[in-house]
């Protein structure tokens, strides 16, 4: 099988990015964006994933995390998108529920090129450390839109902790259910239109 392996950096006057994704890895995760949550919550997405995920990000956490979480969620999309190419033989659709305790997070993914994003539910408390709890939707939006998928999240719970993890480990199920090769695809792309 080609290796499916993505290298993107990305430098503006807000993040400077350096990520490497190997999305057919064993869950490992070398992060440091600055932000002790959110590399927290990559370092599972890796882990419940099975990526192969390292993130280096230097961002202006000056002002506040929205420009780290926001860049890195853009550069992550990309290499999904680069790393997965033309998208043959993948299974392409997935939907999962991941609790913990009393929160539950459910994602629905198309890998299907047509970026679209919905979310329902809210985070109960403001922020998890120096990471914005609203932040986590504005990740799953911004990958969403740059590896090109039709993702669907919802999140209920009492505890933002939990709440963001939960949606960070079932996006991580998710993705890595929809990118598995299909062996009985022999390569094709799954559409009847013959592209992805």
Do not use: W
């Not at 006057?13 to 070398?30: M, N, R, S």
């Not at 998108?81 to 459910?106: C, H, Q």
């Not at 998710?174 to 009985?184: G, Q, V």
Request: glycine share 8%; proline share 2%; aromatic share 6%.
């Amino acid at each position: 099988m080609t290796e499916r392996t993505a290298a993107v950096s990305r430098e503006t006057t807000e993040t400077t990015i350096d990520l490497a994704l190997d999305v057919d890895g064993d869950g490992e995760a070398e992060v440091d964006t600055g932000v002790g949550f959110f590399d927290h919550m990559l370092e599972s997405f890796a882990k419940h994933g099975l990526f192969d995920l390292t993130v280096r990000c230097d961002g202006d956490l000056h002002v506040d995390n929205h420009h780290t979480v926001e860049d890195v969620a853009i550069v992550l999309g990309e290499a999904f998108d680069e790393a997965l190419s033309d998208k043959r033989g993948i299974v392409r659709y997935a939907d999962r529920r991941v609790p913990l305790d009393e929160a539950v997070a459910g994602v629905v993914v198309d890998v299907s090129g047509r970026p679209f994003f919905d979310f329902s539910g809210a985070f109960s408390q403001e922020s998890i450390g120096e990471f914005t709890s609203v932040m986590a939707e504005h990740f799953a939006m911004s990958l969403a839109m740059n590896a090109g998928l039709t993702l669907h999240v919802d999140v209920t719970g009492e505890n933002a902790h939990h709440e963001v993890e939960a949606l960070f480990k079932a996006l991580a199920r998710a993705l890595d259910d929809a990118t598995r090769i299909d062996e009985r695809r022999a390569g094709e792309t799954p559409s009847t239109k013959g592209e992805l």
